[in-house]
């Protein structure tokens, strides 16, 4: 079974439409009942690990955003993360199975960066502590494409697609990555090299 939270829209519903269309059984969740539903009707259509999706983008810096901006980030992007992982590390633990995070950076939002800083933190520590459990525990580090001005920030010179995002979650929750714990991989067009230049 794969739980997908935020699978009413972007990389949460591309990643549940690409899990479907391997025939996995899909257990979705999202804010929008509305997209929900549909999200739920395309995967059933398309033939339908532990896939964590939360996380919300809020602008502002430490000088300019309140401590309420602060704690609404920490609590949607990595509060809601550790707690559902929690919930179903039991069953994790019992089916030997696999947890992927999806996670990213974003200059000149530091609450939205520090929350999913803490997610890549989070993510190497319970790959530490479930390693003997033989659970693995990754992170998938994505760039950001909804800003056309990306495709100048990224060294392949184009934003990401949501199918690139998703196939990245679904090579991490397989069994092709099964000696791979604990990494962050990249799928940001190679946005992580620009300070090099």
Known sequence: LILIPGASSGIGKGTALRFAREGYALSLSGRDEKALSETAKLCKEAGAADVNNAGILTNGNVIDADLDLFDRQMNVNLRSVVQLTKLVLPHIIKSRGTVVNVSSIFTGITY?????????QFTKCLA????????????KF???????KGKSTHMLGRVGEVSEVAEAILFLASDKSSFTTGELLRVDGGKGLMHLL
Do not use: T
């Not at 479930?130 to 992170?139: F, K, Y």
């Not at 994505?142 to 056309?148: I, Q, V, W």
């Open 112 to 120: 939205y960066c520090m929350s999913k800083s803490a997610l890549d």
């Open 128 to 139: 530490l502590e479930m390693g003997p459990h033989g659970v693995r525990v990754n992170s």
């Open 142 to 148: 994505r760039s950001f494409k909804f800003l056309e």
